[in-house]
């Protein structure tokens, strides 16, 4: 098996493995402004997606873009745009990144308490076609 399809494969099963904290972003159209109470992508999950990719040799703007992102940073700065209603009160420009920051630290306190769990092949319960079958070498069958 060639190493694009090997790699493609890879993010996929993440892909799969973390769709749940993935939704796509919402459409533009007009019925869907009502809508706001819309699951957002988890920015750690996708930014980790994007690491993997470029780690597999993936290469576009988007990947990226997403790899130099910080998930902290973006979620710091979106936390600060909801705390209070837009207009009514804002932030000094000057003083933003700063403010950014602080949350950022307030995030780098934190310890994991448990291991990350992993799933294993008993756990998963997978619908398996022949189609999906390797073929290891076709002219032994």
């Known amino acids: 098996m060639e190493q694009f399809e090997l790699?493609?494969?890879?993010v996929w099963l993440y892909a799969m493995r973390h769709y749940p904290l993935m939704p796509p972003d919402p459409k533009t159209d007009?019925?869907?402004?009502?809508?706001?109470?819309r699951a957002k992508a988890d920015e750690h999950t996708v930014c980790e997606m994007a690491r993997l990719a470029y780690r597999l040799g993936f290469r576009?703007?988007?990947?990226?873009?997403?790899?130099?992102?910080?998930?902290?940073?973006?979620?710091?700065?979106?936390?600060?745009?909801?705390?209070?209603?837009?207009?009514?009160?804002?932030?000094d420009p000057h003083i933003f990144g700063l403010l950014v920051d602080r949350i950022i630290e307030c995030f780098q306190m934190l310890f994991?308490?448990?291991?990350?769990?992993?799933?294993?092949?008993?756990?998963?319960?997978?619908?398996?076609?022949?189609?999906?079958?390797?073929?290891?070498?076709?002219?032994?069958?």
């Open 30 to 37: 007009a019925k869907l402004f009502a809508n706001s109470n």
């Open 7 to 10: 790699g493609y494969r890879q």
């Open 60 to 91: 576009s703007t988007e990947i990226e873009g997403l790899v130099n992102r910080s998930p902290d940073r973006a979620i710091a700065h979106a936390a600060l745009l909801q705390a209070r209603r837009p207009g009514i009160f804002r932030y």
């Open 112 to 141: 994991r308490t448990k291991p990350e769990r992993l799933l294993s092949i008993s756990q998963i319960s997978l619908q398996i076609t022949p189609a999906m079958w390797p073929v290891a070498n076709a002219d032994a069958q």
